[in-house]
């Protein structure tokens, strides 16, 4: 299990993050934490840009007021993928420029009772993603038996913190690629947003069933929704892709 680790740094700096990871038991019962972060921008503040990745001047990192005039720093929401019990690619929501957003994509080797990044890739980029300035929540899906891929994101055009909500479009994103490296294409020739709702972030897939092209998602409420809603739960509902995906939101159905 990855997570985010946020540390207050004091002087206007309390969105400090790094890259944790916790190991589980099979009924889900937590059995071990990380003391250090695979990845932390301050230690690996060099490797990380070397790589191609965005970071802010280093004495300014976590700031409240955003990243060189951009949103805040993005180095969060780490989604792993198991290749082998030993060895785990982990990805997750960050930047190539102060308001560019991508993909960050790192293998992990197993030493000792932990983690560590055994290689930092460049990022992935996201068609059109000059527009997003912060590309969030990555989720992956795979189809082993075909190679085909999936990747499910929430996106954000939040050019600075402290711009009214109602100036920002947040959406749900899927993309399709035949490589967790990509090249990444949406999934339907109209684009790459599940639906018009700017109100859903973060989702997650109940199920995914490539014979029938169909994923199941569910998904929470941003704070862009109306105040008895935001922060809640959505209705779960079925999403079609592949050659299945429709020219319109009628490809969405609630549950």
């Given at each position: 299990?990855?997570?985010?680790?946020?540390?207050?740094?004091?002087?206007?700096?309390?969105f400090?993050q790094?890259?944790?990871?916790?190991?589980?038991?099979?009924?889900?019962?937590?059995?071990?934490?990380?003391?250090?972060?695979?990845?932390?921008?301050?230690?690996d503040?060099?490797?990380?840009?070397?790589?191609?990745?965005?970071?802010?001047?280093?004495?300014?990192?976590?700031?409240?007021?955003?990243?060189?005039?951009?949103?805040?720093?993005g180095?969060?929401d780490?989604?792993?993928?198991e290749?082998?019990?030993?060895?785990?690619?982990?990805?997750?929501?960050?930047?190539?420029?102060?308001?560019?957003?991508?993909?960050?994509?790192?293998a992990?080797?197993?030493?000792?009772?932990?983690?560590?990044?055994?290689?930092?890739?460049?990022?992935?980029?996201?068609?059109?993603?000059?527009?997003y300035?912060?590309t969030?929540?990555?989720?992956?899906?795979?189809?082993?038996?075909?190679?085909?891929?999936?990747?499910l994101?929430?996106?954000?055009?939040?050019?600075?913190?402290g711009?009214?909500?109602?100036?920002?479009?947040?959406?749900?994103r899927?993309?399709t690629a035949?490589?967790?490296?990509?090249p990444?294409?949406?999934?339907?020739?109209?684009?790459?947003?599940?639906?018009?709702d700017?109100?859903?972030?973060?989702?997650?897939?109940?199920?995914?069933?490539?014979?029938?092209?169909?994923?199941?998602?569910?998904?929470?409420?941003?704070?862009?929704?109306?105040?008895?809603?935001?922060?809640t739960?959505?209705?779960?509902?079925?999403?079609?892709?592949?050659?299945?995906a429709?020219?319109?939101?009628?490809?969405?159905?609630?549950?």
């Open positions: 299990m990855g997570f985010t680790g946020i540390k207050n740094l004091g002087n206007g700096r309390n400090f790094s890259m944790g990871i916790a190991s589980l038991d099979r009924a889900g019962k937590l059995i071990q934490v990380d003391d250090v972060p695979f990845s932390c921008p301050d230690r503040y060099e490797q990380i840009r070397a790589a191609g990745y965005y970071l802010g001047p280093k004495d300014a990192l976590g700031s409240d007021d955003g990243e060189e005039g951009g949103p805040i720093l180095w969060r780490p989604y792993l993928v290749e082998t019990p030993d060895r785990i690619h982990a990805f997750w929501s960050a930047k190539t420029s102060a308001r560019e957003g991508c993909v960050a994509h790192a992990l080797a197993r030493k000792g009772q932990g983690f560590e990044i055994e290689r930092l890739y460049p990022p992935i980029k996201i068609p059109a993603g000059e527009i300035t912060q969030e929540v990555p989720k992956f899906y795979s189809n082993t038996q075909t190679g085909s891929h999936l990747m994101i929430s996106s954000c055009d939040r050019l600075y913190e711009q009214p909500d109602s100036q920002v479009s947040k959406r749900l899927l993309y035949g490589s967790l490296r990509g990444w294409h949406p999934y339907r020739p109209e684009g790459s947003h599940v639906t018009n700017d109100k859903l972030f973060g989702a997650s897939a109940i199920s995914c069933d490539f014979i029938s092209q169909e994923l199941c998602l569910v998904a929470p409420m941003s704070e862009t929704a109306s105040p008895e809603d935001r922060l739960i959505a209705p779960i509902f079925k999403l079609s892709f592949g050659t299945k429709s020219q319109s939101d009628t490809a969405l159905t609630r549950r």
